[in-house]
């Protein structure tokens, strides 16, 4: 099994909301810095936001920006990405992952542990 699990994914229409959630499976990360990524069809893995191990750092891709929120509930180890105004080029494969190191990045070689994604489709 992945090291993460996501959910959340699914339909949903131009304007609408989501969140999905990324647990941990047999590990916690509660050192690691976490991301959210999403590839569409014929196009690379891109990155989407970013939080540090403490919560307290966030960065995001610039599609995204004052749309999407990533935060992480340290109690219980889960990974959140809450989704506002999703368009239609948002249609992609959501990925969550672990990084190797404590510091938020947007560079995906910087992260080890990757789930096996949920897809998302906005319709117009």
């Known amino acids: 099994q992945a090291p993460l699990v996501e959910s959340g994914g699914g339909l949903v229409q131009a304007g609408g909301s989501l969140t999905l959630s990324c647990a941990p499976s047999g590990y916690t990360f509660s050192y690691n810095a976490m991301g959210w990524f999403r590839q569409g069809p014929g196009t690379v893995r891109e990155f989407v936001a970013a939080v540090s ?38 249609t992609a494969v959501y990925y969550c992952a672990a990084s190797r190191d404590l510091a938020a990045s947007s560079a995906l070689a910087d992260y080890k542990y990757w789930g096996q994604g949920t897809q998302i489709t906005v319709s117009s």
Request: charged content about 25%; hydrophobic content about 30%; aromatic content about 16%.
């Open 53 to 90: 191990w403490s919560g307290a750092v966030t960065y995001y891709g610039d599609s995204v920006k004052g749309r999407f929120t990533i935060s992480r509930d340290k109690a219980n180890y889960t990974l959140y990405l809450q989704m506002n105004n999703l368009k239609p080029e948002d």
